[in-house]
């Protein structure tokens, strides 16, 4: 059974900082794409990042360049997402996600309906 499970969100004042992990089981995630994405209220479900199964190549959303990194260790089948300087409109719930389809992404960036394995979210709220 493939399991994506997310840890570490939780309530956390505007500049602060959280680690976000995900620990993935049932299949070896190594040859996949691996993302983060949100999902706000009312709104729909955007990638934040994203890296490649080698940790080459990383993507992230315009809103997190220079805040947000991912990481991933293949060993451990684990991705996580390192988020410092959190806004209020960071506030969501993130989602990790696994692409079988592919390692990489287009000039587009990375395409939702890719990514087959989801986890459950963690909510992350930001008070200003």
């Known amino acids: 059974q493939v399991q994506l499970v997310e840890s570490g969100g939780g309530l956390v004042q505007a500049g602060g900082s959280l680690r976000l992990s995900c620990a993935a089981s049932?299949?070896?995630?190594?040859?996949?794409?691996m993302g983060w994405f949100r999902q706000a209220t009312g709104k729909e479900r955007e990638c934040v990042a994203a890296?490649?199964?080698?940790?080459?190549?990383?993507y992230y959303v315009d809103s997190a360049k220079g805040r947000f990194t991912i990481s991933r260790d293949n060993a451990k089948n684990t991705v996580y997402l390192q988020m410092n300087g959190l806004k209020p409109e960071d506030t969501a719930v993130y989602y990790c996600?696994?692409?079988?389809?592919?390692?990489?992404w287009g000039p587009g960036g990375p395409l939702i309906y890719e990514y087959r394995y989801w986890g459950q979210g963690t909510p992350v709220t930001v008070s200003s």
């Open positions: 996600a696994a692409n079988p389809i592919r390692s990489d």
């Open positions: 049932g299949r070896s995630f190594g040859s996949d794409a």
């Open positions: 890296i490649t199964w080698s940790g080459g190549s990383t």
